[in-house]
């Protein structure tokens, strides 16, 4: 094989198990429920939606069920506001959730394409790359290290103006201003303040990051390994 082909399939490699990797972190955070009711109780959630938090803990659980995909379009959840049972989204609210349900689905979709495409083209170098089995472990070291890179730098820019870069994602991912919510009248924003969403990112990112330190260590320690048996 080609030595400039070789790179190229193992940069694409690195770059498939980077998406799938982080879409992977922002599912297991997205669906932790037991986030959500500690966040809730970090923010008072209760005092400001007017719901306790077994209510919440049911509205988050629907909320999960539809972002899952489930039959229904719209996420018309009923819940309790101290003794009275309603609505908790208006419509507004509602329409947003389509957007936010189609774009979990994409994320999902795409990381289970990207993890079978990873799959493919590593049994591709297998069969291909006569030392596949040192250049996996330089693949997943240089892979570690241009991600912390980039996800250190972009962690750095969230602390500094996270609410910038809030907005920006917003910009990207929705055609509408249907995300442009209340928070003296939506009950989702109540539910989901900014600073929510600041220490999700900041969990997904930690967990992210974790895997792949664990993958670069693991890479760099058989490297060594290799080596050490070539020498002896």
């Known amino acids: 094989m080609n030595r400039w082909l070789k790179r190229l399939l193992y940069i694409l490699a690195g770059i498939l198990l980077s998406v799938v990797l982080l879409l992977t972190a922002t599912e297991l955070v997205s669906f932790n429920v037991d986030h959500y009711l500690t966040q809730f109780e970090r923010y008072d959630v209760p005092e400001v ?6 209510n919440l803990e049911y509205t988050v659980e629907d909320m999960h069920r539809y972002l899952r995909g489930d039959d229904r379009h719209r996420l018309e959840t009923e819940a309790y506001f101290g003794d009275e049972l ?4 208006g419509e507004r609210e509602i329409l947003h ?8 689905v994409a994320g999902r ?16 170098m297998i069969y291909k790359d006569r030392d596949w089995k040192k ?35 917003h910009l990207i991912f929705f055609d509408n201003d249907l995300w442009l919510l209340n928070p003296q009248t939506d009950t989702l924003i109540q539910m989901l303040p900014q600073p929510f969403f600041y220490n999700t990112a900041y969990m997904i990112t930690g967990i992210y990051a974790g895997t792949m ?12 390994r290799q080596r050490k048996n070539v020498i002896e």
């Open 213 to 224: 330190v664990f993958l670069g260590a693991l890479g760099l320690f058989m490297k060594k």
């Open 97 to 104: 959730m389509i957007d936010v349900r189609d774009l979990f």
């Open 86 to 89: 309603r609505p908790v989204y």
């Open 135 to 169: 250049n996996i472990w330089n693949f997943l070291f240089y892979t570690m290290l241009g991600n912390i890179l980039f996800f250190g730098v972009l962690a750095l820019l969230m602390y500094v103006d996270f609410g910038r870069y809030f907005v920006i994602f």
């Open 109 to 124: 979709n795409i990381r289970n394409l990207g993890a079978l495409a990873f799959a493919a083209l590593m049994v591709l």
């Open 49 to 54: 939606t007017g719901m306790d938090m077994d």
